[in-house]
């Protein structure tokens, strides 16, 4: 079965969000296994803190667009930027104590797993949508609603608003047309304060 437009559309976002995590999840990955490999003998420590700072910086980049991105769809633990911004330099994360370094690698896989859950209910999504399923996806923030042509009015927030212009549409029809001359009580006053009526 073919896609319509705005399926092939849907499906082509969810992709992308499937890449962008996918990418955020193997620099993940690499910043652990730069990590891991400090401590090992003859490591080149100069050159591991180099890649070190650099795979911190792309993350702490990518992560804020990876957030932007996916919207509702961002489950990733919240303690993921503070793994990146308290791991300051390998040397200082080494010269802690071993229950330290423990927790900050507790920590770590904690992210990773919520990284990948992210990721699967993406590529389920996807799957759904690639499938013909209606996948409801929100605009992203700052962009008006398409379709409808009313430019996004929401008639719940603006429920009382339209009740109260309903009524005095409804007042000043019936003193306009004045059936049987009803609302010539209310209309006699209007006449004296110089209303053409």
């Given at each position: ?55 911190k910086s792309k993350i ?13 769809d961002y489950k990733i ?121």
């Amino acid at each position: 079965m073919a896609l319509s437009k705005k399926q092939q559309r849907i499906v082509d976002t969810l992709e992308r969000r499937c890449e962008l995590c996918r990418e955020f999840m193997n620099d993940w990955l690499l910043f652990n296994q730069i990590m891991t490999s400090y401590s090992n003998p003859g490591a080149n420590k100069a050159q591991l803190e180099n890649q070190f700072l650099k795979i911190k910086s792309k993350i702490a980049r990518s992560h804020q667009v990876l957030k932007d991105t996916l919207l509702d769809d961002y489950k990733i633990d919240g303690a993921t930027m503070n793994i990146v911004s308290g791991a300051t330099s390998l040397e200082a994360i080494y010269s802690q104590s071993e229950v330290a370094i423990k927790k900050l690698q507790t920590e770590w896989h904690r992210a990773f797993i919520s990284i990948n859950e992210t990721l699967g209910t993406i590529e389920d999504k996807k799957r759904r949508a690639e499938d013909g399923e209606k996948i409801f996806m929100p605009p992203p923030p700052g962009t008006a609603p398409k379709g409808g042509g009313g430019g996004g009015f929401d008639f719940e927030k603006n429920r009382t608003m339209i009740i109260i212009v309903g009524i005095i549409v409804a007042i000043v029809i019936f003193l306009v047309v004045n059936p049987g001359g009803v609302a010539e009580p209310w209309l006699q006053p209007l006449r004296e304060m110089g209303l053409p009526l």
